[in-house]
């Protein structure tokens, strides 16, 4: 439930609706506005009756919020939360961040090419998977704890924030002692305990979007993270699951202008789980810029020939750097 109040309702008509709120058991949190101040509701499970708040001094509004979040909504904060990573930035107003490198972990050398690589393009932050979701148990699984030690050592001698993929609750500890920013891996969108415990870390987490999940969906299974109170969110669509083929996913570019209309948290795209082909990877980086995306998730390879996962939709180091060089025009087009 959201209250709106009279443009002129002052203090004390907001502390008292605060007040009636607590009264009937529930958490009021006030919502400064330019024009007036909004009061949300938390903590009902269901419809409330308004009666009690309805006819308050300087109450021109109830409105009854049926969607399954509301932390996570535009309506209960209106500016746009901007997001740090280590020393970049991330959300609304900012340059477009570049996150890059490969799918996994795989060796030192691999990891430390493509980081002063990717950090030589002008990427932002280094990815790599140490945990890795694969589809069937007899493939590469990952480094684990050493690919986590790796993608670190990668990441600061590349001058790196890092991010990459916790798959279980009970590995939250482990990766956010390496981890910048923390993913939550498609198949992971509603391991609900994943994103409880991840709501109360003090580490930012990139969450992206299931496979098959609706939008609605996916906004609140970043509700969970907010809930627990670890407001430091970032979605990521990554393409859906349709009826074609010729394509790993497809990818949702709407979702961009959509998640932003629908959510103060800032929304990145990865463009190699959306197309799964790697020509197919610089034009769609491209387009998610200009559709207003707050930055990329791209994967890259020193010989994607021989990586472990995920060769054909990476870029080769050189192809990277076309890229950034591409990109380093588009935003000065767009006035970053
Ligand atoms: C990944 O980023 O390597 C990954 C496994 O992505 P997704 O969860 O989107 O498939
Ligand atoms: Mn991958």
């Known amino acids: 439930m959201l209250i709106v109040m009279n443009h002129n309702a002052g203090e004390r008509e907001i ?4 007040e009636v709120v607590a009264q009937m058991g529930f958490q009021a949190v006030p919502i400064p506005g330019s024009e007036r101040t909004a009061i949300g509701v938390l903590g009902n499970r269901g419809y409330v009756d308004d009666g009690k708040i ?6 021109q509004e ?3 919020v049926s969607k399954p979040y509301k932390l996570v909504s535009r309506d209960f904060h209106p500016a746009g939360t901007l997001v740090k990573v280590g020393g970049v930035t991330i959300g609304e107003g900012q340059r477009p961040v570049v996150a890059a490198g490969p799918c996994a972990v795989e060796g030192e050398d691999q990891i430390m090419k493509t980081a002063l690589a990717v950090k030589a393009a002008g990427a932002d932050l280094l990815r790599g998977g140490a945990f890795k979701p694969r589809t069937g148990p007899h493939t590469f699984q990952g480094l684990k704890k050493d690919g986590l030690r790796l ?3 990668a990441g600061k001698a590349a001058g790196l924030p890092i991010v990459t993929e916790v798959m279980s609750p009970d590995n939250v500890g482990l990766v956010a002692e390496y981890a910048d920013l923390l993913q939550v891996g498609a198949r992971n969108m509603q391991n609900f305990d994943l994103l409880r415990e991840l709501g109360r870390i003090d580490k930012p987490v990139l969450l992206k979007r299931g496979m098959s999940a609706t939008i609605e969906e996916f906004l609140a299974a970043a509700e969970y993270i907010l809930a627990e109170g670890n407001s430091q969110v970032i979605l990521c669509e990554r393409g859906i699951r349709t009826f074609e083929t010729a394509t ?5 570019l709407a979702v961009v202008q959509l998640c932003k209309e629908l959510s103060h948290l800032p929304i990145m795209i990865d463009p190699s789980h959306a197309t799964g082909k790697r020509s197919l990877v610089p034009p769609m980086s491209k387009a998610a810029l200009v559709a207003g995306a707050h930055g990329i998730l791209v994967e890259v390879h020193p ?3 021989k990586a472990l996962s995920d060769g054909p939709q990476s870029l080769t180091c050189e192809g990277f750097a076309k890229l950034m060089e591409e990109i ?3 935003n000065s087009f767009l006035g970053y």
């Open 15 to 18: 502390a008292a609706v605060v």
């Open 62 to 64: 109830v409105i009854h």
């Open 248 to 252: 790993r996913n497809t990818l949702d």
């Open 151 to 153: 993608l670190a050592m």
């Open 54 to 59: 309805r006819d308050l001094p300087g109450v």
């Open 328 to 330: 380093g025009k588009l």
């Open 303 to 305: 010989e994607p020939e």
